[in-house]
């Protein structure tokens, strides 16, 4: 059995998919693993790490996908990479379906089976592959940090010889992981934090952070959250009382970090330029939804843009700006899902259609999209 690890052609993309830690354990389950030379280069692992670790490191793209049983990814695979793909090989990464049929149909033609990690289901046993949360979790702590660096003040309140500097405001969008490890890295930088979402269930969790919760608390609110723990689309009317209740709160923020996201819907909007422009200069916004469309109004894609003095933070890939720990993370995801698909005894990929895993995060199959949520888009 070969497991290949690409590099990815998306040169805003660092991370990578396995670790020299996930490439011993692969090796261990009897696998032979290639890995593309400077597959890890941007995540700072150097091609002699993977060496160390048992797999082979390969020239070129056709010398790692070379006979591969299973590829491992970070981003869906491209034209190219596909089409040096074996027939039913396994390829495992973020496949981002959501209005990508094309790509999902172009995927499909080539025979190999795609897994979406995205799309693993929330349950106890798949904790440990999701993605969404690992990732997510980097995102949360990152956009804390470029949003400190691009304010010219202090975060904690700090009692000097000089006087005293009032600790910063922080109010985070958004409770989910992303939301909530925001709040948990401004608290600890000493800015005073509140924070806000659509689920019930984050107000105890926002508060146990010690962060101060706003909402319109009303019916729709109370019954705010999908079985499967995401927010759901609120209607116009309570989206109109929320950003009414939060206007007034918006403009005497120093900071506010912005994180909702409905998996295959555009990014709701959360602050508009009115918010904006009510806040002093100097302040900074920072938003997680920006590759959806964004939360705030005004915000560019992968630049830092000035309004009236107010920074608005758009970066893209916010995981990947730390790109050494997400890999980690990522990449353990990965083995976890794996290590699923393979038959101990015989060393072989030996993938059960039954699993409920399976079922829920395979697109492709046999030539066909096979998901449910895609099958009809996909023919």
Do not use: C
């Amino acid at each position: 059995m070969k497991i290949a690890v690409v590099s990815e052609t998306d040169t805003s993309e660092p991370r990578v998919a396995a670790t020299p830690e996930t490439v011993r354990k692969f090796v261990g389950l009897g696998a032979d693993v290639s890995v593309q030379a400077g597959a890890g280069v941007r995540s700072s692992i150097p091609d002699e790490a993977y060496k160390e670790a048992g797999a082979t490191v390969a020239k070129t793209l056709d010398a790692v996908l070379k006979d591969a049983d299973v590829v491992l990814k970070v981003r869906r695979p491209v034209a190219a990479e596909l089409k040096k793909l074996k027939p039913g090989a396994a390829v495992i990464g973020m496949m981002d379906p959501y209005g990508n049929e094309a790509a999902l149909a172009e995927i499909a033609a080539t025979g190999v089976v795609a897994f979406a990690m995205e799309l693993m289901p929330r349950i106890t046993r798949a904790q440990v592959m999701d993605v969404l949360s690992s990732q997510a979790n980097l995102a949360g702590y990152r956009a804390v940090i470029d949003a400190a660096a691009e304010f010219d003040r202090a975060l904690p309140m700090m009692m000097t010889a000089a006087g005293t500097v009032p600790a910063a405001r922080v109010f985070v969008m958004g409770a989910g992981v992303a939301g909530l490890q925001a709040i948990a890295t401004a608290r600890r930088l000493g800015a005073v934090v509140t924070a806000t979402d659509v689920r019930p269930a984050a107000k105890e969790q926002v508060e146990s952070l010690g962060a101060k919760f706003i909402a319109v608390e009303d019916d729709e609110f109370r019954q705010a959250e999908t079985a499967g723990g995401y927010a759901k689309e609120m209607s116009k009317e309570y989206q109109a009382k929320q950003a009414e209740l939060i206007a007034s709160h918006i403009a005497k923020q120093d900071i506010v970090i912005t994180t909702a996201l409905i998996p295959g819907r555009p990014a709701p909007r959360l602050v508009s330029s009115a918010m904006v422009a009510s806040m002093r200069p100097g302040s900074v916004l920072v938003d997680l939804a920006v590759e959806r469309g964004g939360n705030i109004e005004g915000v560019v894609p992968g630049e830092v843009v000035t309004v009236n003095g107010v920074k608005i933070v758009g970066h893209l890939n916010m995981a990947g700006r730390i790109a050494t720990t997400a890999s980690s993370l990522y990449a353990r995801n990965l083995f976890a899902f794996v290590e699923t698909l393979i038959d101990r005894e015989k060393k072989a990929l030996a993938i059960n259609w039954d699993d409920e895993l399976v079922k829920a995060t395979a697109l492709t199959r046999d030539g066909a999209v096979v998901h449910p949520s895609f099958i009809a888009k996909g023919e």
